[in-house]
């Protein structure tokens, strides 16, 4: 039931709980939130946009100076590894996930086309190893780049070109805004 979720999450959640506790927090709120505007329940959803901006304060506190300094330039490439390989591997996608802002996905505005799958953020250990694989000669193209988590990625662990392509509007007019907001180019 969604209030008892919602009473579970906010007993849960405290400024200076564990990322993977967060984390369980964010999603449930995400679920909740859905849910009460659907049912029309104004409390309840007032109730998960609360422990949002709770988790976004938080967040913000323990995650932002990292992304302030990819920003800058501050973490090359074998640094930046180095600081996500220093997360407890159970929080090193919810990590990157909030590092770089794409914890919450936009509603579609387009018809999913047939064969074509709901947005699935990559795992960190599958971007890793791609990062393993690329050179500054290469040219790397994510068709289907959703918010531009894996483009963004790249760019910061490679010297390779990395291109995002993505269909759905909402979906790249959100990883622009993301790539404006982290100081990357344009992403198509």
């Keep these: 039931d969604a209030l008892e979720t919602m009473t579970e999450a906010e007993r849960k959640f405290t400024d200076d709980a564990p990322l993977w506790v967060r984390e369980w927090?964010?999603?449930?709120?995400?679920?909740?939130?859905?849910?009460?505007?659907?049912?029309?329940?104004?409390?309840?959803?007032a109730r998960a946009r609360s422990i949002q901006v709770r988790l976004h304060a938080a967040?913000?506190?323990?995650?932002?100076?990292?992304?302030?300094?990819?920003?800058?330039?501050?973490l090359g490439p074998a640094a930046f590894r180095a600081e996500l390989l220093s997360w407890p591997v159970h929080e090193r996608d919810a990590f990157v996930r909030r590092l770089l802002c794409v914890d919450s996905v936009p509603e579609r505005v387009t018809e999913r086309p047939a064969g074509m799958v709901h947005y699935v953020v990559s795992s960190l250990d599958v971007v890793l190893e791609?990062?393993?694989?690329?050179?500054?000669?290469?040219?790397?193209?994510?068709i289907g780049s959703g918010l531009g988590f894996v483009t963004m990625l790249l760019s910061w662990l490679?010297?390779?070109?990395?291109?995002?392509?993505?269909?759905?509007?909402?979906?790249?007019?959100r990883a622009e805004a993301l790539a404006a907001q982290l100081g990357f180019m344009s992403i198509e």
């Design 25 to 45: 927090v964010a999603t449930a709120a995400r679920g909740i939130l859905k849910t009460a505007i659907e049912a029309d329940h104004a409390e309840l959803a």
């Design 59 to 74: 967040d913000e506190v323990q995650i932002a100076p990292i992304r302030n300094q990819l920003i800058a330039g501050e």
């Design 130 to 142: 791609l990062a393993d694989l690329l050179g500054p000669d290469d040219v790397f193209y994510d």
């Design 158 to 173: 490679t010297d390779a070109r990395i291109i995002g392509v993505e269909y759905e509007p909402a979906y790249h007019e």
